[in-house]
């Protein structure tokens, strides 16, 4: 398959939008995902898939713990300022333009939003990517009514960082 019909088939689907969150010991970041799914049951397990060339990359390479919030359609504004926008320059800029609370650890937590929390089990150098398995234990569902935020709500969002 060519790259241009992997990339036109990418663009007909509609996965859900996320953002992953993460805390070093020294700073926070966080960046949008569409790259994450459930892998296991039980035990319960996400993948999330970070680039290498985010901001959040290096926050997270230090992190014990993810956590990783799943957006409804009214969150848009949310998945705008973690997706179009860097901490590469201002360090964690985007934290001082959200509502959110540390969990154990230290990692945000966003206000408002479905999540999951756990320990890095393993990475795994994926490509341009980073795979983080994670090991849930904690689960926050305070927003389950809306329609997910999916891809084609953000297609046409221009990434802080080129991919
Ligand atoms: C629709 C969309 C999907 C994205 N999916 C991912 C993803 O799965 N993994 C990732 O690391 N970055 C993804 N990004 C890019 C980051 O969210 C974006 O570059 C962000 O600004 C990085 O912020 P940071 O440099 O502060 O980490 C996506 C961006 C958009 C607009």
Known sequence: MSSDALAHLCESLDGPMAIVTAFDGRERSGC?????????????????????K?????????????ALHFLRSDQLGLAQLFGAVTDDVVPELKFQRCEWRAAGGGTPILAGCDYIFGRVLERIDAGDHVAHLIDICETGNPHPAAPQLGFQDVQGMRPGHAP
């Open 32 to 52: 949008l995902v569409g790259f994450h799914t459930q892998c296991s049951i039980a035990p319960s397990r996400w993948i999330v898939c970070i680039s290498k």
């Open 54 to 66: 985010n901001h959040t990359y290096g926050i997270a390479q230090g992190a014990e713990w993810l």
